[in-house]
């Protein structure tokens, strides 16, 4: 397994989304635009994403609808990354529940009856609970959450390591932690404000922010987010002991560390905490996460720490809000 054109044809479900969108262009990039099939649910895509190559519109909870999609483009290959994230799942849990396990169960299924070569599917650090522990979290540790969006991501992960056991088929995944990006806004997450005080900051100076001063979460930027979803899926299968659950991390912050970053740049900009529901999401997750399976067997290693991605994350929005 592994090599590249066995995976050449690729579908992306929640393509439009802020890692999905990013990620489309990285695999066109890689497969070339016509290989790989992005697809949406309800939101628009961005005309770059549209223009080049193949886009759906998919509902992930129907089987009938992923079948004709792969059999139409002769998929052998699902990014599959349509989920709902934590805070939205509090309002919606049922829905959450139908969105990201059943969907997750058409995918796998649809790939083991056609054979897919490889599928992934994104986890979250939102597998642990308050009863895991906060610093250094371990790779084998207690998974108790307390958010719906957390029980759908280990009954997930439970659900990929059974397909890789029982039908042999090459799931891979990792634990994301907050990602920041600076194309597509996130939606619907606990780690939202690390990406929405950027545009507040360039656009009002000032930031009210949903969390508490010192609540500290591990965060990673985008282009190691990409860089670490292609190294996973380059990697060869034999030499993983882990398949769809491996901890990541960049690097960890809390909004107090992040708005002193950034007032380095800006020294104006001022931030306010006015904490609500996702306060207290945010206390379940962990602080800093130990990532050493991620190192060892795939050879991860993050490029950007909280200054390169303030710089990074200031320049670019600065050049996209300026044009
Ligand atoms: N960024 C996600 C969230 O906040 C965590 O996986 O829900």
Redesign the pocket.
């Known amino acids: 397994m592994g090599a590249k054109s066995e995976k050449s044809r690729i579908l992306l479900t929640g393509a439009v989304g802020q890692i999905g969108s990013e990620l489309a262009m990285a695999l066109r990039a890689r497969y070339g635009g016509q290989n790989v099939v992005a697809a949406g649910h309800k939101t628009e895509p961005e005309a770059e994403l549209r223009d080049s190559g193949p886009f759906v519109y998919l509902d992930v909870t129907r089987r009938d609808m992923i079948r004709e999609v792969i059999d139409e483009y002769r998929i052998n290959t699902i990014y599959h990354l349509a989920a709902i ?3 939205v799942g509090e309002e919606k849990p049922q829905l959450t529940w139908q969105v990201n396990l059943d969907g997750l169960v058409n995918v796998l299924e649809m790939a083991r009856e056609r054979e897919m070569s490889q599928v992934f599917w994104p986890s ?3 597998v642990f609970g308050p009863d895991t522990p906060k610093h250094d979290t371990p790779q084998e540790t207690i998974l108790r959450p307390t958010t719906m ?1 957390g029980v759908t991501k280990v009954s997930g992960e439970l659900l990929c390591d059974y397909y890789v056991d029982r039908f042999g088929l090459d799931v891979r995944g990792v634990r ?1 932690p ?2 920041i990006s600076s194309q597509t806004l ?1 939606g ?5 404000y690390a990406v929405e005080i950027f545009y507040e900051a360039l656009k009002n100076q000032r930031y009210t922010c949903f969390l508490e001063r010192d609540t500290v979460l591990p965060m990673m930027y985008m282009p190691d987010c990409i860089r670490a979803t292609l190294m996973l899926m380059d990697a060869d299968f034999e030499q993983l002991e882990h398949h769809a659950d491996f901890n990541l991390t960049g690097f960890s912050f809390s909004p107090e560390e992040l708005a002193a970053e950034i007032r380095k740049h800006m020294p104006a900009f001022e931030i306010e905490y006015e904490p609500d529901y996702r306060q207290q999401i945010a206390e379940s997750w962990p602080c800093t996460i130990d990532d050493s399976a991620a190192r060892e067997e795939w050879g991860w290693k993050p490029a950007y720490d909280l200054s390169t991605m303030v710089e990074d994350m200031l320049e670019k929005l600065e050049q996209r809000m300026g044009d």
Request: aromatic share 12%; proline share 6%; no cysteine.
């Open positions: 994230l934590s805070a979250s650090m939102a969006y994301y907050g990602i996130p619907g997450g606990t780690t939202d």
